[in-house]
């Protein structure tokens, strides 16, 4: 199984921290997504990472994607208590391999 | 993208007793995906569903535990067969994007098996 390794798996800091979320794996993917979940919610997704070293933004939240494609990272600057959730990385074809999860609590 | 919606949003159940959570969706999909979280937590594939055919399952999951239809393109259903407490989780069910790599979810179902 190929599976999704995120760290850390819970977070708590206050608003205007800036954090940083991993999601690691120990095979190539050919592109992975970042999914946020609020409480009552289903999963939305943030954004999908193709090119090894990709950056991608959207607005306070920045995505990397490892140059091996192995690895990404999602980081958070300046936090706000709307970015409470729970942060799941995924990657696959149709069926998709879906990281632990990282519980992001945002105090005010 | 596609809107999603699940009835009912939550329930609290007997043990013994069954549950069928239904999920709507506002375009034709081929393919409909059953997930099981807990709170807090990631997502576990229960099964694939497509239209026409059998619903294809995940391991530790059965058909007979959790029987889903699938009569058209835009609707399915998970059924949570003879529960117990350890069913109590959170039900999702999403479809596939225009892209292979991307999922739309509906709000999720919340059982509590007492």
């Known amino acids: 199984t190929q599976l999704l390794e995120q760290s850390p798996q819970f977070l708590s800091i206050q608003e205007g921290e800036n954090l940083t979320v991993y999601c690691n794996s120990s095979?190539?993917?050919?592109?992975l997504q970042w999914y946020r979940q609020e409480p009552g919610e289903g999963p939305v997704l943030l954004v999908t990472?193709?090119?090894g070293g990709e950056v991608k933004k959207l607005k306070r939240l920045t995505f990397q994607f490892g140059d091996a494609r192995k690895d990404s990272s999602l980081h958070i600057t300046a936090a706000q208590t709307g970015d409470t959730g729970l942060y799941l990385c995924?990657?696959?074809?149709?069926?998709?391999?879906w990281g632990a999860g990282t519980k992001l609590i945002i105090k005010p | 993208s596609a809107v999603i919606s699940q009835k009912p949003s939550r329930d609290i159940c007997q043990r013994g007793t069954s549950l069928t959570i239904q999920c709507q969706v506002d375009?034709?999909?081929?393919?409909m995906f059953w997930y099981r979280q807990q709170p807090g937590q990631s997502l576990t594939l229960i099964a694939t569903a497509n239209q026409g055919s059998e619903a294809t399952y995940e391991s530790g999951f059965v058909i007979d535990k959790f029987p889903i239809s699938r009569p058209n393109l835009t609707f399915s259903t998970l059924t949570v067969s003879n529960m117990s407490p350890e069913d109590s989780s959170i039900y999702l069910c999403?479809?596939?994007?225009?892209?292979?790599?991307?999922?739309?979810f509906g709000p999720g179902t919340r059982l509590t098996v007492l």
């Open positions: 995924a990657r696959g074809n149709y069926q998709l391999i």
């Open positions: 990472v193709v090119t």
């Open positions: 095979s190539v993917f050919s592109s």
């Open positions: 999403s479809v596939g994007g225009r892209q292979v790599d991307m999922q739309y």
């Open positions: 375009s034709q999909v081929t393919m």
